[in-house]
């Protein structure tokens, strides 16, 4: 009986072994799972930067990394890579900026910007909005480490731009001469100030271009009008832009002291459009006039 392999039996036990191998190759390059769910993200996403009012929403994840790219957004694990676009929503990434971050993560507005908002040669609504421009150039475009959870929240400001006036009228009896106006203002604005005497037919124009800043501004003899001095009781009234203000009746009795006249501030002045086209992603509600951003955080 013949037991000896044929000759060329190690060739086909080679050949089967090489294939063998090469399946189990392709085999182990499969992946095991599958990408991220980008269109997930975006549904997320779009569901909050719709809303023109605060509003949050989170979505968890299994991507290592995402990349935002304009309205484009890409995540990927070790088994693939996803894109999808937004349809409508301008979001801001705002990884490694730690005060939008906060927001993002829920923090009031009012909390994170508490310096500024109480600081009248600061406008925090800029600091702001050059915190977002910052951090959207920052973060646009590249692939950044995330977590297993993306944070996404839309920001609503209401940056008003306050006035603060006093009036003071030195009282020689029933009567004065000296008029100074103080106001503190964290725009740049037209304030007009009128004083109107009650008792006779005289009164007070004057205008000055505020600034961010707080200031004095004397009345001077240019500055009366059909007389040199004013009656009390006097009726001051201000404007912003042609936009009345506040006004307060000073009488004798207080004429020698500063007078508060838009003492809490928080005056509505209309703010000019060029906030939101210089900024895609500043968007501006203008029945409640307030703006809002969507950030992102991953």
């Keep these: 009986m013949d037991l000896e392999a044929p000759a060329d039996a190690w060739y086909v036990w080679l050949a089967v072994s090489i294939i063998s191998a090469a399946v189990a190759g392709i085999a182990l390059g499969l992946p095991t799972g599958p990408p991220p769910d980008t269109n997930r993200a975006v549904n997320t996403i779009e ?53 939008l971050e906060n927001l993002s993560e829920g923090r009031p507005f009012e909390a994170e910007y508490e310096a500024e908002l109480d600081e009248t040669e600061t406008n925090a609504l800029e600091v702001f909005l050059e915190d977002v421009e910052d951090a959207y150039a920052d973060n646009s475009g590249e692939w950044r480490t995330a977590d297993d959870q993306l944070r996404v929240r839309t920001v609503s400001t209401t940056p008003v731009p306050t006035i603060r006036a006093s009036v003071e009228a030195i009282s020689a009896g029933h009567s004065t001469h000296d008029v100074t106006f103080a106001y503190e203002a964290n725009t740049d604005t037209k304030l007009t100030f009128d004083i109107q005497s009650e008792e006779q037919d005289a009164y007070i124009e004057k205008t000055v271009e505020a600034t961010p800043s707080r200031e004095t501004a004397p009345a001077g003899p240019y500055d009366f009008q059909k007389n040199s001095w004013l ?48 900024h895609g992603y500043v968007n501006r509600n203008r029945e409640s006039e307030s703006y809002y951003v969507t950030l992102v955080t991953v």
């Design 231 to 278: 009656e009390f009781p006097i009726h001051v009234n201000i404007t912003a832009e042609n936009t009345e203000l506040c006004e307060e009746t000073i009488r004798a009795d207080r004429g020698s002291e500063m007078v508060p006249i838009c003492e809490s501030g928080g005056e509505t002045i209309d703010v000019s459009d060029e906030t939101v086209e210089t």
């Design 47 to 99: 569901r909050t930067a719709g809303s023109s009012y605060d509003a949050s929403a989170t979505y968890d994840h299994d991507a290592t990394e995402i990349k935002f790219d304009g309205r484009t957004i890409a995540m990927r694990n070790e088994h693939g890579t996803s894109r999808a676009s937004l349809s409508y929503g301008h979001v801001v990434p705002v990884m490694g900026h730690e005060r």
